[in-house]
């Protein structure tokens, strides 16, 4: 089995799929199965189309300094026998699959936390949030820090733990279509999102609503969300605003309007400010806006 996903036909495939195949399939099951009807033509879809496609991948170049930074500490320090380096390396491919989807939902859980909690790295993730209206499109929408540090957990322990190279592709794989699925304006049943952040489940982390600022972090799996009491899963109601309207869509604003606001921030408000969110004054999360009982 392990041969067949690592050979270079699986991968091809696989890259196909996540460059041009998901993209353009869901938006097709949105047609058929929309959880709210709204049209495909949107603000902002050029804008989530560069997103999607454009090649800088500014983010991979941060994140290979990153895993080469910690593989050359590794190697430098004599670490060969740190406790269950290369633990996966040998290990059953069972094993491998449940050891990717741990350190992919443990690592995603904690990063988007962050994201949310510590100012000056909201300002990032909140490219992410500024979409109006929510479809598969919009998830490409990412600040390239946002996305490296997204990553950057997950890829330190795939290098630490070197489970097999297919199956992390095939992982990496399935996430990308899980995080086009869960963008989707799709309806499925209510039951998935009380163990996998389906798209009605993502929809209320991504809403103005109040009762669900900062709720449904996961992404796929979401047990930690249940576990430590961050899911907000309603059985009624789906939410219908989301995002700021007034947050630029044009990529290359929302690259660096994030450092202007970060500026801004400590300028005003000091230092300290942009690292730890003072509870009283909630500066990390736009206002909810007017009008947004989608129950
Ligand atoms: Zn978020
Ligand atoms: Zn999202």
Request: proline residues 5%.
């Amino acid at each position: 089995m392990i041969e067949l996903l690592s050979s270079p036909t699986t991968s091809q495939w696989l890259t196909i799929l996540s460059m041009y195949g998901w993209i353009w399939i869901i938006p097709l099951i949105e047609r058929l199965k929309p959880l709210k009807h709204q049209s495909f033509i949107r603000k902002g879809m050029v804008n989530d189309v560069i997103h999607t496609y454009h090649r800088l991948h500014l983010h991979s170049m941060i994140n290979i300094v990153f895993v080469t930074w910690m593989l050359t500490y590794l190697r430098e320090n004599g670490t060969q026998s740190l406790p269950y380096q290369g633990v996966l390396a040998d290990a059953h491919w069972a094993w491998n699959m449940f050891a990717l989807l741990l350190m992919g939902h443990v690592t995603f859980y904690v990063a988007h936390l962050l994201s949310h909690k510590i100012p000056f790295l909201w300002q990032f993730h909140r490219v992410h949030h500024s979409s109006v209206k929510l479809d598969s499109l919009s998830t490409s929408r990412f600040h390239i820090v946002d996305k490296a540090l997204f990553a950057a957990p997950y890829l330190i322990l795939v290098a630490y733990f070197q489970p097999d190279p297919g199956l992390t592709f095939l992982y990496i794989s399935f996430r990308d279509f899980w995080g086009r699925y869960s963008h989707g304006n799709i309806s499925d049943a209510h039951w998935l999102g009380y163990f996998m952040s389906n798209p009605k489940f993502h929809r209320w982390h991504h809403s103005n609503h109040p009762e669900a600022i900062d709720k449904n972090f996961s992404a796929e799996f979401n047990f930690l969300d249940y576990i430590f009491g961050t899911a907000y899963y309603p059985k009624d109601g789906i939410p219908d605003t989301f995002g700021e309207s007034d947050y630029s869509n044009n990529i290359l604003i929302q690259h660096l309007r994030p450092f202007i606001d970060i500026f801004r921030l400590i300028q005003t408000q000091g230092l300290r400010s942009a690292i730890w969110k003072d509870s009283a004054t909630n500066t990390a999360k736009p206002t909810p806006q007017a009008g947004n009982n989608g129950q």
